[in-house]
């Protein structure tokens, strides 16, 4: 069902993409889930609603350390604050849905899924005209699993 989910959610996000590709980016990040010292990667994609509005859905895996492993599916908003033509900042706002999976070689599989909010910062500099590398900060607030998210993100601009 998880899969169905994930491959449902990256569909419409690329048919939206690709019905108003004016102002779309997409991106590959990587990063470390700081409470948990986990490595994470994901997907996003960027569509800027007004010029300085954007919306920013994502999809990152934080991969299993320490028999422990999540999903994260986000949805967030940024304004961003153009500094110059190439660099950028913004404040990130959004809600989370998390899926945590706690594995033990002594007992099951154990399954926790988790509604919350982001809050964060990130910058972003355009490399060349389609190609940018940015860094994105932000604290998940979750039920029980509260997270600090810190990743660098390559992206290609529509």
């Known amino acids: 069902m998880r899969k ?11 048919f939206f993409c690709y019905a108003q590709q004016e102002h779309i980016s997409v991106g590959f990040r990587t990063g ?26 994502s999809i990152t895996y934080m991969i299993r350390y320490k028999n422990q492993s999540a999903w994260y599916f986000d949805f967030d908003g940024h304004y961003v604050f153009d500094i110059s033509n190439r660099f950028s900042f913004y404040p990130i706002g959004g809600i989370s ?15 926790h899924t988790r509604l919350g909010i982001n809050v964060g910062l990130g910058a972003e ?4 005209y389609q190609l940018s590398v940015g860094l994105d900060m932000k604290y998940n607030v979750i039920r029980d699993y509260h997270q600090a998210l810190a990743a660098v993100r390559v992206a290609y601009h529509f």
């Open 4 to 14: 169905f989910f994930c491959i449902f959610i990256f569909a419409v996000t690329v």
């Open 32 to 57: 470390i889930a700081a409470d948990h010292e986990a490595p994470t990667i994901g997907v996003d994609v960027r569509y800027n609603v007004f010029s300085d509005v954007r919306i920013a859905p």
């Open 97 to 111: 849905l998390s899926i945590w999976d706690w594995h033990s070689r002594f007992s099951d599989k154990v399954t």
């Open 125 to 128: 500099i355009k490399i060349i």
